[in-house]
T-cell receptor, first 114, second 114 residues
């Protein structure tokens, strides 16, 4: 079965430090990949997406992610964390072979320390 | 304003009392979907719809029904709610499925089943 794994349900970083949130997927066919962010008491909004163009994808708020097919990974990074980045982050895949499901990871809650 | 709306935003009900959560989008999107969000489990897809009168099961469809009679609306029906359906529900829409389309999420409906 297709799956998305996010390592680390909680990640803490200091303000100004590198943010690295990990996502691995399992799929025999490279899917479309997404990162969404959820701020407290809100819905989800798109940070960035990979759709088989450039492997390094830039998103909003200084985030970027790199698609690595050999590692089946799509890790999210930001060079310098800001307090406003504190939120929950979800990696997701859109399946394209035989089904049109979306599968989300279990989420990583990012805490930014002053 | 382009948006996905859900009603009600909060609902407390009792076991076995049928309820409907409405979802509407004004973006002329073909793809619509329902998710439930539970702590530690991320978002899990309940049902999705590729277009009017075309629906399919997600990963957790048991206990739920949907219908898509109009392109803009995609209600979620719980015929006989049970306490294990207490959750935060999100409706989402996307222009197309299977081509890496971004999903736009509603604000969520928090359901409590006593």
């Amino acid at each position: 079965a297709q799956s998305v794994t996010q390592l680390g349900s909680h990640v803490s970083v200091s303000e100004g430090a590198l943010v690295l949130l990990r996502c691995n997927y399992s799929s025999s066919v490279p899917p479309y990949l997404f990162w969404y962010v959820q701020y407290p008491n809100q819905g989800l909004q798109l940070l960035l997406k990979y759709t088989s163009a450039a492997t390094l994808v830039k998103g909003i708020n200084g985030f970027e992610a790199e698609f690595k097919k050999s590692e089946t990974s799509f890790h999210l990074t930001k060079p310098s964390a800001h307090m406003s980045d504190a939120a929950e982050y979800f990696c997701a895949v859109s399946l394209t072979s035989g089904t049109y499901k979306y599968i989300f990871g279990t989420g990583t809650r990012l805490k930014v320390l002053a | 304003e382009a948006q996905v709306t859900q009603n009600p935003r909060y609902l407390i009900t009792v076991t076995g009392k049928k309820l409907t959560v409405t979802c509407s989008q004004n973006m002329n999107h073909e793809y619509m979907s329902w998710y439930r969000q539970d702590p530690g489990l991320g978002l899990r897809q309940i049902y999705y719809s590729m277009n009017v009168e075309v629906t399919d099961k997600g990963d957790v469809p048991e206990g739920y029904k949907v219908s898509r009679k109009e392109k803009r609306n995609f209600p979620l029906i719980l015929e006989s709610p049970s306490p294990n359906q207490t959750s935060l529900y999100f409706c989402a829409s996307s222009l197309l499925a299977g081509v890496g389309g971004e999903q736009f999420f509603g604000p969520g409906t928090r359901l409590t089943v006593l």
